[in-house]
Nanobody
Framework: QGQLVESGGGLVQAGGSLRLSCIAS????????MGWFRQAPGKERQFVAA????????AYADSVKGRFTISRDNAKNTVYLQMNSLKLEDTAVYYC????????????????WGQGTQVTVSS
């Protein structure tokens, strides 16, 4: 059975950077579009970024555009989220998700999810 495992979260000061990774196993990774979502305490899950199976198409939430970059390495079965200029409001649990072929910005359209990694931005 396939699995998604996130890593790279942690505590960082505002203005700092983190790079999240999500390693996929058990599936043909290159067939899957990948997404990053986040959920802060007491808030609904929020779309962050998505990337097509080939990496040729990406999409971002307005709140992270210009600061975050999603990328993937199909040879390593890994998708990344480079987060720069972090803000307090970026604090959340970050999840990667997978769906066959086409990207989506709605979490319910992703059938496969990782367990999440905590990102905490301090002042």
């Amino acid at each position: 059975q396939g699995q998604l495992v996130e890593s790279g979260g942690g505590l960082v000061q505002a203005g700092g950077s983190l790079r999240l990774s999500c390693i996929a196993s058990g599936r043909t990774f290159s067939n899957y579009a990948m997404g990053w979502f986040r959920q802060a305490p007491g808030k609904e899950r929020q779309f962050v970024a998505a990337i097509s199976w080939s990496g040729g198409y990406t999409a971002y939430a307005d709140s992270v555009k210009g600061r975050f970059t999603i990328s993937r390495d199909n040879a390593k079965n890994t998708v990344y989220l480079q987060m720069n200029s972090l803000k307090l409001e970026d604090t959340a649990v970050y999840y990667c998700a997978a769906r066959l072929f086409t990207t989506a910005t709605i979490g319910a359209q992703y059938p496969y999810w990782g367990q999440g990694t905590q990102v905490t931005v301090s002042s």
